[in-house]
């Protein structure tokens, strides 16, 4: 590894982050990562609530393209995701038909932060750090948080590993050609429901994609690999419910969901929580993997920017990482 002095600021540390991290700090970058929650992995996210638990972001993932089917295969080297053989069907109206894939369907394990845990077990993370402003002096970037204020440490370079709409706040004022990227695309939300179950579900099949509900996904969280048996569910509402009802309260959101998801198994949760990812989907796909702008050493990664996977996250940071490489 050669060491090039070159400091990384990488805000925000899902997988893209993380990605982009591991790879520069592979070729000699001294990467440091700002993250607002208390843990990593962004929407490859996991619940613990009593004798139940769940992922309650990201269900499963698949690998597609070379480059991710390597890195996910030393994922499942490493112990830290396997394959899910689940039955996965299409749900409406009572019926229940098999929905195969072409790719084999993976979680982490023990839960499905645990890739994005391997990822940065030898990063340098700083957790609860909410980055509100950014300063640019003498070609270097300085970072101010909500709780810590401006911060020391200075850096060459860039990376925004976060929603369009939190990336244009930060960087619109420093670069029109960021602020056009960040403007040209919209992210859906997605309301979700966590039901957790004193009895088994009679349902035959183990997730689903729902017609005809307020729901779009349910899933059996118990029913993964490495998981506690206590049964547990994960109903996650359509993308067009969610935007219409985005502005709602837990409050008020919370007992339509119940409603919906009683409707739909005919079972009332023993207890529940619910969860809003404001930013949970690209609404049209498109070809751009990152985005740099090399004037002032800034680039931007994310499921955001062409696919709303897990696979899309990983190789937009990954991407960006070699093209900071080769270009700055």
């Not at 939190?166 to 939300?189: D, F, H, N």
Request: with cysteine.
């Amino acid at each position: 590894m050669i060491l090039t002095n070159k400091r990384v600021a990488i805000i925000g540390s899902g997988i893209a982050g993380l990605s982009c991290a591991h790879e520069l700090q592979t070729h000699g970058f001294a990467v440091t990562l700002f993250d607002k929650s208390k843990g990593v992995g962004g929407r490859m996210s996991h619940r613990y609530f009593g004798d139940w638990e769940a992922d309650h972001g990201a269900q499963y993932f698949t690998a597609r393209d070379p480059l991710f089917q390597s890195e996910v295969a030393q994922w499942v080297q490493a112990e830290v995701a396997k394959p899910w053989s689940g039955r996965i069907v299409t749900f409406g109206g009572g019926n229940a038909m098999d929905k195969p894939s072409d790719a084999t369907r993976y979680v982490g394990i023990p839960a499905m932060t645990s890739p994005a845990k391997h990822l940065a077990r030898n990063l340098n993370v700083q957790t609860q750090h909410t980055v509100v402003d950014l300063h640019r002096t003498n070609d270097l970037w300085k970072i101010t948080t909500k709780e810590r204020g401006q911060l020391p440490d200075a850096f060459e370079y860039l990376v925004l590993a976060i929603p369009s709409v939190q990336a244009e706040r930060l960087i619109g004022k420093y670069s029109a050609t960021l602020k056009a990227i960040c403007q040209e695309v919209v992210m859906l939300p997605c309301w979700t429901l966590l039901a957790y179950l004193k009895e088994p579900l009679p349902l035959p099949f183990d997730a689903a994609f729902v017609e005809g509900s307020v729901f779009s996904s349910l899933a059996r969280d118990n029913s993964k690999p490495n998981r506690p048996v206590y049964e547990t569910w994960v109903a996650q509402a359509s993308h067009a419910w969610s935007a219409a009802h985005v502005d709602h309260t837990q409050f008020e959101i919370e007992p339509i969901l119940i409603q919906a998801f009683q409707e739909l198994t005919g079972v009332e949760p023993n207890l529940h929580q619910s969860h809003l990812w404001r930013y949970a989907k690209l609404e049209q796909p498109n070809q751009r993997e990152f985005a740099l702008d090399p004037s002032i050493a800034v680039g931007m990664c994310g499921d955001w920017l062409k696919s709303s996977t897990v696979e899309g996250a990983w190789l937009s940071g990954y991407r960006l990482a070699q093209e900071l490489r080769q270009t700055l």
